[in-house]
T-cell receptor
Framework: GAVVSQHPSWVICKSGTSVKIECRSLDFQATTMFWYRQFPKQSLMLMATSNEGSKATYEQGVEKDKFLINHASLTLSTLTVTSAHPEDSSFYIC???????????????FGPGTRLTVL | DAKTTQPTSMDCAEGRAANLPCNHSTISGNEYVYWYRQIHSQGPQYIIHGLKNNETNEMASLIITEDRKSSTLILPHATLRDTAVYYCIVRVRGGADGLTFGKGTHLIIQP
């Protein structure tokens, strides 16, 4: 399967600061990337969908001005949590699907996740 | 996407086959059954998917009933590393939407 990486794997920041999380597709071109959030003992919740070169589409209840998403290339999407607060502490996971050569992936491949702790 | 129902948790002895059921009685004709799993503190991992025929890969087998209203994921020889939450998701293949995760089944492999 295709490989998706995330950086950093964990981050601790002070309340009010901004944090950027990177999601990269390593061996395929990700035409679409997704960002999920997972609170302890809960399932993954979709936050937003991003297509390369266009604005992200956010799920209901997700503040687009707080969670800035940029998908500037076919291999990189970034999620910036602006003015982070303790309630933003969560496990953030990206996923992607796309193409590699002539092969089109119909399944989504997930990154390893980023654990954000806001003090 | 159609809704799925899975047991909350299951136990299986190491070395035995783990059979994880999923009900999806409202599945549409163009929807596939996908299985993912999430090991603690990691991102979900794709396992297998199918439409109506049984499927097998290096990780697992997927058995879909003839009426497509339910399916079973089979891990033929479970190991301790297979302990994870397993998610059954029904969706149109190649759909551009994100995945809707239910609560999944917490599979615990016992030594």
């Amino acid at each position: 399967g295709a490989v998706v990486s995330q950086h950093p794997s964990w981050v601790i920041c002070k309340s009010g600061t901004s944090v950027k999380i990177e999601c990269r597709s390593l061996d395929f071109q990700a035409t679409t990337m997704f960002w999920y959030r997972q609170f302890p003992k809960q399932s993954l919740m979709l936050m937003a969908t991003s297509n390369e070169g266009s604005k992200a589409t956010y799920e209901q209840g997700v503040e687009k001005d707080k969670f800035l998403i940029n998908h500037a290339s076919l291999t990189l999407s970034t999620l910036t949590v602006t003015s982070a607060h303790p309630e933003d502490s969560s496990f953030y996971i990206c996923s992607a699907f796309g193409t590699s050569g002539i092969r089109t992936y119909n399944e989504q491949f997930f990154g390893p996740g980023t654990r954000l702790t806001v003090l | 996407d159609a809704k799925t129902t899975q047991p909350t948790s299951m136990d299986c002895a190491e070395g035995r086959a783990a059979n994880l059921p999923c009900n999806h009685s409202t599945i549409s004709g163009n929807e596939y059954v996908y299985w993912y799993r999430q090991i603690h503190s990691q991102g979900p991992q794709y396992i297998i998917h199918g439409l109506k025929n049984n499927e097998t890969n290096e990780m697992a087998s997927l058995i879909i009933t003839e009426d497509r209203k339910s399916s079973t994921l089979i891990l033929p020889h479970a190991t301790l590393r297979d302990t994870a939450v397993y998610y059954c998701i029904v969706r149109v293949r190649g759909g551009a939407d994100g995945l809707t995760f239910g609560k999944g089944t917490h599979l615990i492999i016992q030594p």
